[in-house]
T-cell receptor, first 113, second 118 residues
Framework: GQQLNQSPQSMFIQEGEDVSMNCTSS?????WLWYKQDPGEGPVLLIA?????ELTSNGRLTAQFGITRKDSFLNISASIPSDVGIYFCAGRVPNQAGTALIFGKGTTLSVSS | DARVTQTPRHKVTEMGQEVTMRCQPI?????VFWYRQTMMQGLELLAY????????DSGMPKDRFSAEMPDATLATLKIQPSEPRDSAVYFCASGLTRTQEGVYNEQFFGPGTRLTVL
């Protein structure tokens, strides 16, 4: 079945630094999504990407849908303490019945001030 | 504001007991998903419904788990009998989906039910 490899597994950075994380898949996706999960809460959608090569920003967050359709990255610029959490990528395989997503294992981000 | 609600938020029970988790999807959403999250496995899809009909429940242990949507405003996930290995956080998510590879309103997650089976 499809697999998503998300890296790095965890990151420890200083406030103000930029962050980059990525996901690669064994299959072509027609959708890439990035979610953030705070402790004790459900994942919250940050950015959705629907076209190969698409680059989308949401405040200090920027994500891109890879040209090969098998990868995506998320960048966070000028990190702040509230960026702490677990970031998940998720993808949707085209031509499959339904709209189920495949999730990566997550990147845990720690920010020290 | 519109959000997915889940009850209970926390549940502690003993092995062998029945557990029922409830979810109210966002009004107007026609697709409901149940996920289980553990440290080891991450987010796993258990089952999902569109227009109240089950589309896929292959991720769910059939012998003890069951998922239903009695109406458009309520989805339930039941475990009977529960086992310690069922301890996890269970999330419900809802979305608005059009068929034939049409437009998707992406999945919005509830706050989860943290289940502990002793």
């Amino acid at each position: 079945g499809q697999q998503l490899n998300q890296s790095p597994q965890s990151m420890f950075i200083q406030e103000g630094e930029d962050v980059s994380m990525n996901c690669t898949s064994s299959s072509i996706f027609n959708t890439w999504l990035w979610y953030k999960q705070d402790p004790g809460e459900g994942p919250v959608l940050l950015i959705a990407l629907y076209k190969a090569g698409e680059l989308t920003s949401n405040g200090r967050l920027t994500a891109q849908f890879g040209i090969t359709r098998k990868d995506s990255f998320l960048n966070i610029s000028a990190s702040i303490p509230s960026d702490v959490g677990i970031y998940f990528c998720a993808g949707r395989v085209p031509n499959q019945a339904g709209t189920a997503l495949i999730f990566g294992k997550g990147t845990t981000l720690s920010v020290s001030s | 504001d519109a959000r997915v609600t889940q009850t209970p938020r926390h549940k502690v029970t003993e092995m062998g007991q029945e557990v029922t988790m409830r979810c109210q999807p966002i009004l107007g959403h026609n697709t409901v998903f149940w996920y289980r999250q553990t440290m080891m496995q991450g987010l796993e899809l258990l089952a999902y419904f569109r227009n109240r009909a089950p589309l896929d429940d292959s991720g769910m242990p059939k012998d003890r788990f069951s998922a239903e949507m009695p109406d458009a405003t309520l989805a339930t996930l039941k475990i009977q009998p529960s086992e310690p290995r069922d301890s996890a956080v269970y999330f419900c998510a809802s979305g608005l989906t059009r068929t034939q590879e049409g437009v998707y309103n992406e999945q919005f997650f509830g706050p989860g039910t943290r289940l502990t089976v002793l």
